[in-house]
């Protein structure tokens, strides 16, 4: 059974084709990502088939490559999923479901995670570091949007 995490950010008063368009856009990727440890390799863009790699910094730098899929937009709803091709620390599965859509003046951004290792307790105990990078989007797309 995959472990999950998911969350909710409502950016009030943001117009939803702005959040839109900064999703496919690498700038939103760097500033996700400015403070933690990764180097962004390779980004593409998030429509499907398209990827993005980076290296994690966890006791010596992983590899970390994700395939975009089910890509969906429209002028209400964007929708992704980063799959896993290419997993670091032992983890045997990874998928990342990332929706923005409209909500009257509101943009809400939804991230649901789910993850499995080869082994459960390593697995618990890599949970938090997996999580952290999505769990400060709660602060970060705030302060980007």
């Given amino acids: 059974m995959p472990m999950q995490y998911s ?59 994700v395939v975009h899929e089910n890509y969906q937009s429209d002028n209400n709803h964007l929708f992704f999923v980063d799959k896993g091709i290419k997993l670091p620390l032992g983890i045997a599965f990874w998928k990342h479901e990332h929706r923005v859509f409209k909500d009257k003046k509101n943009t809400i951004i939804e991230d649901s995670l789910s993850f499995n290792h080869r082994n459960k307790y390593i697995g618990y105990l890599l949970f938090p570091v997996l999580v952290f990078p999505i769990f400060v989007r709660r602060v970060l797309y705030k302060i980007y949007f």
């Fill in 7 to 65: 969350q909710k950010v409502i950016i009030k008063n943001t117009d939803y084709e702005k959040v839109r368009e900064a999703f496919h856009s690498i700038e939103l990727v760097r500033f996700l990502t400015y403070l933690q440890p990764i180097n962004i390799i390779e980004w593409s863009g998030i429509e499907n088939g398209k990827t993005a790699y980076f290296k994690l910094w966890f006791f010596g730098w992983k590899d970390f490559k």
